[in-house]
């Protein structure tokens, strides 16, 4: 399995960006898909998280203005990112997680100026 993220660049805050994640392979009915982040001095953490059959879910930080969606006949993976503040700025990483086991794109870098 490959994953492929696109669509970050430099964005002012309260614009908005859409993130694209192309996976090569097959996608099973458990696995889980997902963006994370790493913004500059963090950790990478999760930011959304969505289930073949479509359920989300979001950390808190970024609840009503992030929405992931998946095209399962394309297998693709999207993150639109609404309302971007500076404290988005992060690398972000799609993800799939099947079993016990994580695959990752190579991240795309995400800038909100404020």
């Known amino acids: 399995v490959q994953l492929q993220a696109s669509g970050g660049g430099l964005v002012q805050a309260g614009g908005s960006l859409r993130l694209a994640c192309a996976v090569t392979?097959?996608?099973?009915?458990?696995?889980?898909m997902g963006w994370y982040r790493q913004g500059p001095g963090k950790e990478r953490g999760v930011v959304a998280t969505?289930?073949?059959?479509?359920?989300?879910n979001y950390v808190q930080a970024v609840k009503c203005r992030f929405a992931i969606s998946r095209d399962n006949a394309k297998n693709m993976v999207y993150l639109q990112m609404n309302s971007l503040k500076p404290e988005d700025t992060a690398v972000y990483y799609c993800?799939?997680?099947?079993?016990?086991?994580?695959?990752w794109g190579q991240g795309t870098l995400v800038t909100v100026s404020s």
């Open positions: 993800n799939m997680r099947r079993a016990a086991k994580d695959y």
């Open positions: 969505i289930t073949i059959s479509g359920k989300t």
């Open positions: 392979g097959t996608i099973f009915s458990r696995d889980v």
